[in-house]
């Protein structure tokens, strides 16, 4: 728990410094990589090949992202009205 003086110091720094203090706790609790993306579990790592190789075997089955937004777009502003 944060003491009431850390608490008051923080609150007195100019917000570039607030912003500094954020970044550096950040970094502590989720590490970032040199393109300042979180650092990817081994278990995720293995789920983004499985579905990298899915995709190179099967190029047919699946979407583009365009597609599925416009769809979920559409999905959003005119839903189904029937119940």
């Known amino acids: 728990m944060l003491s009431a003086a850390l608490?008051?110091?923080i609150n007195a720094l100019f917000l570039q410094e607030?912003?500094?203090v954020f970044e550096v706790i950040r970094?502590?609790?989720m590490p970032v990589t040199e393109n300042d993306f979180p650092e990817l579990s081994v278990p995720?790592?293995?789920e983004l090949?499985?579905?990298?190789?899915?995709?190179a075997a099967n190029p047919d089955l699946g979407r583009f992202w365009i597609e599925v937004k416009q769809q979920?777009?559409?999905t959003l502003i005119s839903?189904?009205?029937?119940g």
């Open 72 to 74: 979920l777009e559409a």
């Open 18 to 20: 607030k912003l500094e």
């Open 27 to 29: 970094d502590s609790v």
């Open 44 to 46: 995720q790592q293995r």
């Open 7 to 9: 608490k008051t110091e």
């Open 49 to 55: 090949l499985r579905r990298a190789e899915q995709a």
């Open 79 to 82: 839903p189904n009205r029937n």
